[in-house]
């Protein structure tokens, strides 16, 4: 049998500054705050944990909970019951997030979500198993049933997955005063808005004003007479990554949302955006390093075989860019300085590649990049290519012919790198946009066959100058 939880009255000065001191200087949750919520899940001093921790922001105690050992977050859930604010759980990582959901019972998952905006009750949800979403979502209300169901039909990463279902809404011939009425008036409002969208009977989105624009006018002004168009209304089935493209152009705070027939469904607001342009980013990072959906709490094995796909199209290539060199080994055995300087080489290709390669993923991302500029972009990076590989072709033909004594390798290692960089900002920007052109994502694949191609190409300009020079000579 468990032990009973304790309430208890009165709180020590110790328990009263650890509330206060939540991070370190090195911006992780302090060790003392660490030791103090510890200590009272172990105690299951629940006076101090809804005190100190439910007095948190959201992100954190989101930090907190990443903190904590995986039997202490569930064991501060539990705990806390009630009090446990909901919101937190979006601002953990995938696996924390569904181990703490994972553990508590449906119905109080479902009690909590009711407390909560859609968007983050969405977020929450759409990880767990259909069983267990059915389950949760026939527990609550039918209005907040039918929204949340109709938010989970949109696919994953999309605008209608991310929106907020709470909305004002007004039909065009309301004045400015029975609008301001009804904001006072009605109970069932988003705790915060800022602007107030116009639809017809049909709920069809027509246009929207500003919160600003209607405190400035008179009570008796028809909201149709203030009322804007709405040019940037977002279709539920956008990607999210191009929906945020949209606010950052525009610099918008809000957007309505709307269905196929133009009907609104929902608002996507710009703290969710930020949400989903610091995801895109960690997403297209983590692809270019073939690292996939890994995240800091995944097991070992779980890590693993995310890696292991990439790393096994890497040892693939690898063993391409080794028959190659296979093709001359009777030159290396004649001349093993041309076996030490191999990997300046294919490096610095590599490198420069990288380089191209990254600024090209990204202005794909962001749409800076297309086919009006990209004949202007391509001669641009040949030209960067043939330059660096000009200065670092003098430098390290220099310093390889006094460290050999024989300006022949010096020059060998010379016109190779030239070559192995000018074709590596060319591979870095052709290769993204051949894979876009054919549907692949530029940020998973690209720098496997950039890897492929500067190996090869530097390994084959460098062992056959050598191979025909040395013939020659």
Same mark, same amino acid.
């Given at each position: 049998?468990?032990?009973?939880?304790?309430?208890?009255?009165?709180?020590?000065?110790?328990?009263?500054?650890?509330?206060?001191?939540?991070?370190?200087?090195?911006?992780?949750?302090?060790?003392?705050? $660490?030791?103090?919520?510890?200590?009272?899940?172990?105690?299951?001093?629940?006076?101090?944990?809804?005190?100190?921790?439910?007095?948190?922001?959201?992100?954190?105690?989101?930090?907190?909970?990443?903190?904590?050992?995986?039997?202490?977050?569930?064991?501060?859930?539990?705990?806390?019951?009630?009090?446990?604010?909901?919101?937190?759980?979006?601002?953990?990582?995938? @696996?924390?997030?569904?181990?703490?959901?994972?553990?508590?019972?449906?119905?109080?998952?479902?009690?909590?979500?009711?407390?909560?905006?859609?968007?983050?009750?969405?977020?929450?949800?759409?990880?767990?198993?259909?069983?267990?979403?059915?389950?949760?979502?026939?527990?609550?209300?039918?209005?907040?049933?039918?929204?949340?169901?109709?938010?989970?039909?949109?696919?994953?990463?999309?605008?209608?997955?991310?929106?907020?279902?709470?909305?004002?809404?007004?039909?065009?011939?309301?004045?400015?005063?029975?609008?301001?009425?009804?904001?006072?008036?009605?109970?069932? $409002?988003?705790?915060?808005?800022?602007?107030?969208?116009?639809?017809?009977?049909?709920?069809?989105?027509?246009?929207?004003?500003?919160?600003?624009?209607?405190?400035?006018?008179?009570?008796?002004?028809?909201?149709?007479?203030?009322?804007?168009?709405?040019?940037?209304?977002?279709?539920?089935?956008?990607?999210?990554?191009?929906?945020?493209?949209?606010?950052?152009?525009?610099?918008?705070?809000?957007?309505?949302?709307?269905?196929?027939?133009?009907?609104?469904?929902?608002? $996507?607001?710009?703290?969710?955006?930020?949400?989903?342009?610091?995801?895109?980013?960690?997403?297209?990072?983590?692809?270019?390093?073939?690292?996939?959906?890994?995240?800091?709490?995944?097991?070992?094995?779980?890590?693993?075989?995310?890696?292991?796909?990439?790393?096994?199209?890497?040892?693939?290539?690898?063993?391409?860019?080794?028959?190659?060199?296979?093709?001359?080994?009777?030159?290396?055995?004649?001349?093993?300085?041309?076996?030490?300087?191999?990997?300046?080489?294919?490096?610095?290709?590599?490198?420069?590649?990288?380089?191209?390669?990254?600024?090209?993923?990204?202005?794909?991302?962001?749409?800076?990049?297309?086919?009006?500029?990209?004949?202007?972009?391509?001669?641009?990076?040949?030209?960067?290519?043939?330059?660096?590989?000009?200065?670092?072709?003098?430098?390290?033909?220099?310093?390889?012919?006094?460290?050999?004594?024989?300006?022949?390798?010096?020059?060998?290692?010379?016109?190779?790198?030239?070559?192995?960089?000018?074709?590596?900002? $060319?591979?870095?920007?052709?290769?993204?946009?051949?894979?876009?052109?054919?549907?692949?994502?530029?940020?998973?694949?690209?720098?496997?066959?950039?890897?492929?191609?500067?190996?090869?190409?530097?390994?084959? @300009?460098?062992?056959?100058?050598?191979?025909?020079?040395?013939?020659?000579?």
């Amino acid at each position: 049998m468990s032990e009973p939880e304790t309430e208890r009255t009165e709180a020590t000065p110790a328990d009263e500054a650890a509330g206060h001191d939540i991070y370190g200087e090195d911006g992780a949750v302090s060790a003392p705050f $660490l030791a103090h919520v510890g200590a009272a899940i172990a105690d299951r001093d629940t006076l101090a944990l809804k005190r100190d921790v439910g007095s948190l922001h959201q992100s954190e105690i989101g930090d907190l909970l990443q903190a904590l050992s995986p039997e202490q977050r569930r064991a501060l859930v539990r705990l806390m019951g009630e009090e446990f604010d909901f919101t937190a759980l979006t601002e953990v990582d995938d @696996a924390v997030r569904l181990d703490i959901v994972g553990s508590l019972p449906n119905a109080q998952i479902a009690r909590a979500l009711q407390h909560l905006d859609s968007d983050d009750a969405v977020y929450i949800l759409e990880d767990l198993d259909q069983a267990d979403q059915d389950e949760i979502l026939a527990q609550l209300p039918f209005t907040e049933r039918v929204r949340l169901r109709r938010s989970l039909g949109y696919p994953e990463e999309t605008a209608g997955r991310r929106m907020q279902t709470e909305f004002v809404a007004v039909p065009p011939f309301w004045t400015v005063g029975q609008t301001i009425d009804y904001m006072r008036e009605e109970q069932n $409002l988003p705790d915060s808005f800022s602007q107030i969208f116009v639809v017809d009977p049909t709920f069809r989105l027509v246009g929207a004003v500003d919160l600003d624009r209607i405190l400035r006018t008179q009570r008796a002004v028809r909201i149709e007479e203030v009322m804007r168009e709405t040019p940037h209304a977002i279709p539920a089935t956008m990607d999210q990554e191009e929906a945020a493209q949209i606010f950052e152009q525009y610099d918008l705070l809000s957007a309505a949302v709307v269905d196929e027939n133009g009907r609104l469904v929902g608002v $996507l607001t710009i703290d969710d955006v930020v949400d989903v342009i610091t995801q895109e980013a960690e997403e297209d990072l983590m692809r270019m390093s073939g690292v996939g959906d890994e995240e800091l709490s995944d097991s070992v094995l779980a890590a693993s075989r995310s890696r292991v796909p990439w790393l096994m199209v890497n040892l693939v290539t690898a063993f391409l860019a080794a028959s190659v060199i296979g093709l001359f080994d009777a030159t290396i055995q004649q001349v093993v300085a041309l076996a030490v300087l191999m990997p300046i080489v294919a490096g610095m290709g590599g490198n420069a590649g990288s380089q191209t390669m990254t600024v090209t993923v990204r202005a794909l991302a962001t749409r800076e990049l297309d086919i009006y500029n990209a004949g202007r972009i391509i001669r641009r990076e040949m030209g960067v290519g043939l330059l660096n590989g000009i200065i670092f072709a003098t430098l390290i033909g220099l310093v390889a012919g006094l460290w050999f004594e024989n300006m022949h390798i010096g020059g060998l290692i010379a016109a190779a790198m030239v070559i192995n960089m000018f074709v590596a900002a $060319l591979a870095g920007i052709l290769i993204p946009l051949l894979l876009d052109r054919l549907g692949i994502d530029p940020a998973v694949a690209s720098s496997v066959f950039l890897t492929t191609v500067t190996d090869v190409v530097g390994f084959f @300009a460098f062992l056959g100058l050598a191979t025909w020079w040395f013939g020659f000579l």
